[in-house]
Structure formats: C-alpha cells, structure tokens
C-alpha cells in the first residue's frame, strides 16, 4: 500500500476538481433584459411570475410563490398555517438555522425528532415528540436523501397535523415516484448559491392545498391583500416584505429548464462513488431511504472504524476537499436562540414562558443517535461538472485513507 500522503505520500490527487458553473449566456440574456425594462420590482413583474408558473409546472404544484431565501419559504409557509403563540412544531436535529428561524419569530416551539440511519428524522421518535400542543411536523430531507414521508403522511394525517416539507437540499427529488415538496401540504424550497438550482439566494413555496393559498401569497407581501378593501391599502396580517426582485426571477427562468439534468448528472455520480466505495469495513456510503432516489446536495460517508476528522484530513492531503461533523452538533447546540434563549430582548420568549409559551430547555443527550451521527459524518461535495474520473480518484483516496488510518 502507498504511503499516506499526510505521511509524506504521493496524493491521490494533485490537479484541482472542476469549478462548478451553474450560469451561462442564457442568464446574462435574461438578466440584462430585465435590467433594460427599468422594472426590478418582481411583484407582478413578467420575469418573476414567469419563474413562478415554471417551477410550479416543474412539481405539478397549483401555486408557486417566490421569495428572498430558502429561510423566507420556511417561513411563508408557517405564516400560512398560523399557529398560536407556543405551538410546537416537531423538526429535524441536522438542518441550517434557517429551518429553525421561522419557527421562532412566529412564536412557536422547535420540537426535536431524533434521527435513523438516514440521517433523516426517525418517524418512531416524531411520534414520541406529539403533544395536544403539536401543530405541524417540518421534514428535512437532508443531504439530498429523501425522508421516509409514507410513515411522515400517515402521522400526520392520524394526529391531524400541517405537514411542511423543507427541500432545500432536494430540488427534483422523488420518493416513490413522487417529487418531494408535494407529499406534504407545503413544500419548501432554497435558491442559495450551492444549491441544485440557484440565484444566488431566493426561495419557493408550493402547494396544491388552495386553501392556503391567499395567505401564502400575502405572506411574502407584508400581509397586504392587494385586492379591493379597507382602502387603497389593505394589510391583513402581520407578515414581513420576501418579495423576490426580476434579477432573480429572470436567473430562474433559465434555472427551471437545466435543474432536471442537474440532479440526474448528481444522482448518477453519486451512485458510482457508492458503488466503488461499498463494502469497506467500518464505513458506511451514503444511505438511501428505501423508494427514494438520492440527488447528493452533499455526500455523506459514515466513518465508524474512524475519528472522522483524521480521516477528512487524510482524504484533504490526497486531495480530495471533505469537511468533518456537518454542523458539528444538533442544531439545538449551535443557536443560542435555542439553548441560552436569545430571542427577542431578553425575554427569551416562547422558551422561557410567557403568554402561550412555556420553559424549553435543548440539551446534550436528547438526541444520541444524531450526536453520534454528526461525530461520525464525513461530508464530500459532488457537483454535475464533475467526471466519472474525478469520482473514481475520490474513491481510491477513500479506500486509500481507510486502509492507511486502519494499518496506523
């Protein structure tokens, strides 16, 4: 076996992996147009209710209403539900705080599922988690990998609850044969620059449940019913300005027509890393819910046999870019909005009590398998610039790194 090359060895790899490029002259076209019309306002512009109707048509969803960020939708969709100060909303423990951020500033609770071996939220522990208090259940489909959203329907259906799904990470991704973000009654998705479809930062909100849909689109628009009413003006309710602008818009116009090659050129990538890297003892390629397809926002590799930041280390020396832990904890442990309560002055409010609310405290320990999860995870980023022989060089400094740390 070849010397490690943190030991001193020859890498693996030397020259750099292709700089991903998610725009061409297509968007520039685009774009530019916008800018010569002299209108970037998007509400009602052509280009933003053109990206609407694309996306929309993109998921078979009967409303798609842009916004700001991944964060944005999140939150127009909580908005859209309405819940009362102090309702819990049971989430995912490995997810961005922009998951979490919604939650909060409408007054609600974060409730904590424990996740499977997925990496995704374990339906035995979301059921654990209901309360008289539960208004709604947040999926995360993480990484890419879809959650298991039969058991995720049937809960919520039985207990009677909002299902919202955060596909941030899983833009065109099936389960089942069905796309993620329109099992549940909202889906949620993130236009932030790394992900399967971008504009540099933005958000969607879909659903079919028309029932929602005034308020979702009034959300993103400070409430305001631009209808006839009360006067010229008429704000509803209380909500904040996610109005997406036409620079973004047009961005996404071209987006929607390359996203579908997108995830499969990531999909077939991903598989071939997981088939030349299985079967190596002590670590796990990255799982997929069975009935999903896996579209690999990020890699994960399980590295049980390992201390996983040695072996993100071994693998940067062969040249191979890894990161150990993802977030490093459970998310509860990463926002002080959630473990030391700084949310709103120094009330702490829903989590130390007050009208509605109730005393929350987010420890070490309430979620082991997602503490062991992290301290195990190698994370890799696989794009669709790559190549077949940039993912074979990955998966020889895998096997590489895992013989190595092994024989040390």
């Not at 076209?29 to 800018?35: D, K, T």
């Not at 320990?365 to 301290?375: F, I, N, S, V, Y």
Request: charged letters at 20%; a negative charge.
């Amino acid at each position: 076996m070849s010397m490690l090359a943190i030991d001193g060895g020859t890498p693996v790899r030397t020259a750099p992996f292709p700089e991903r490029a998610p725009f061409d002259e297509r968007e520039v076209a685009l774009v530019s147009q916008a800018i010569r019309s002299q209108n970037l306002f998007g509400l009602g512009g052509p280009m933003v209710t053109e990206f609407e109707r694309r996306f929309a048509a993109l998921y078979g969803a009967d409303l798609a209403v842009a916004s700001t960020s991944g964060t944005a939708a999140i939150h127009i969709a909580i908005g859209a539900i309405n819940p009362e100060p102090g309702d819990e909303i049971i989430t995912a423990p490995i997810t961005d705080g922009g998951t979490i951020v919604p939650i909060l500033y409408q007054n609600a609770i974060p409730v904590f599922a424990d996740i499977d071996r997925t990496y995704n939220m374990d339906p035995a522990s979301v059921e654990r988690q209901i309360t008289p208090r539960t208004k709604a259940i947040l999926v995360v489909h993480l990484f890419g990998n879809p959650c298991d959203m039969d058991a995720m329907v049937d809960i919520a259906r039985r207990h009677g609850l909002w299902l919202i799904e955060d596909c941030s990470q899983a833009h065109q991704t099936t389960y089942k044969g069905r796309l993620l973000g329109t099992l549940g009654d909202v889906g949620c998705f993130s236009l932030q620059q790394s992900k399967h479809m971008t504009t540099g930062d933005g958000g969607v909100t879909i659903t079919n449940n028309l029932a929602l849909a005034n308020r979702l689109i009034n959300f993103r628009d400070k409430g305001w019913n631009r209808q006839p009413g009360w006067g010229p003006r008429t704000y509803e309710f209380l909500a904040p300005n996610y109005r997406m602008t036409e620079l973004q818009g047009a961005v996404g116009i071209v987006q929607t027509e390359k996203v579908r090659a997108v995830v499969a050129r990531r999909n077939e990538l991903g598989d071939l890393l997981t088939a030349e890297i299985s079967g190596i003892e002590g670590l796990e390629a990255a799982p997929t819910t069975e009935g999903g397809k896996h579209t690999y926002w990020l890699y994960p590799l399980r590295v049980a046999g390992w201390d996983a930041e040695a072996f993100a280390r071994a693998l940067n020396a062969e040249g191979i870019p890894a990161g150990a832990h993802y977030i490093g904890a459970p998310i509860f442990l990463c926002m002080a909005a959630l473990w030391d309560k700084q949310t709103f002055g120094t009330s702490g409010y829903p989590l130390r009590g007050g009208p509605g609310g109730r005393s929350v405290e987010y420890t070490r320990g309430q979620c082991p398998q997602t503490e062991r999860g992290l301290k195990e995870l190698v994370t890799l980023f696989i794009h669709e610039q790559m190549t077949e022989e940039d993912i074979l060089d990955m998966a020889k400094a895998i096997h590489k790194v895992a013989l190595g740390l092994a024989r040390k």
